[in-house]
């Protein structure tokens, strides 16, 4: 059996319990009482993953917060160790706020300006061609 989980290791457990929580009052994640199991999953994200505190903490704020994809998904530390190379990626990919934005993933930016004239003339052919008359 793994050592105690370390005293930093605990209180990241209960920040995400109490996350968990937060996001969903109802989630039997967000009650239980001996978070010793999760404390060990991310001891060993910390101590053989070489993550850093800090970075789980604010995957854990990014995750739980209202709207994410990955709110449901994380209810154990355990969990958490195993996407939480996905979610930091992702939050990499969001900007500067630190949002995950799983939408956004492997798309094109939103388009700036207008839309080259013959890129246009091309696409619209193809539309033309494939659909029958439709255009942008």
Not at 68 to 97: E, H, V, Y
């Amino acid at each position: 059996m793994d050592p105690f989980p370390s005293v930093e290791s605990l209180q990241l457990s209960e920040r995400l319990r109490a996350a968990i929580a937060a996001r969903d009052p109802n989630a039997k994640a967000g009650k239980l009482p001996d978070l010793t199991h999760w404390a060990r999953d991310i001891e060993k994200l910390i101590r053989i993953a070489g993550r850093r505190a800090e970075d789980v903490e604010k995957v854990i704020g990014c995750c739980q917060s209202n709207g994410c994809f990955w709110g449901p998904n994380i209810l154990s530390g355990r969990k958490l160790r195993a996407k939480f190379d996905t979610m930091r990626g992702q939050m990499k990919r969001g900007g500067t706020d630190g949002t995950i934005r799983r939408d956004t993933a492997g798309k094109p930016p939103p388009a700036t300006g207008p839309m080259d004239p013959e890129y246009e003339k091309l696409v619209n052919e193809k539309a033309h061609a494939l659909f029958g008359g439709l255009e942008l």
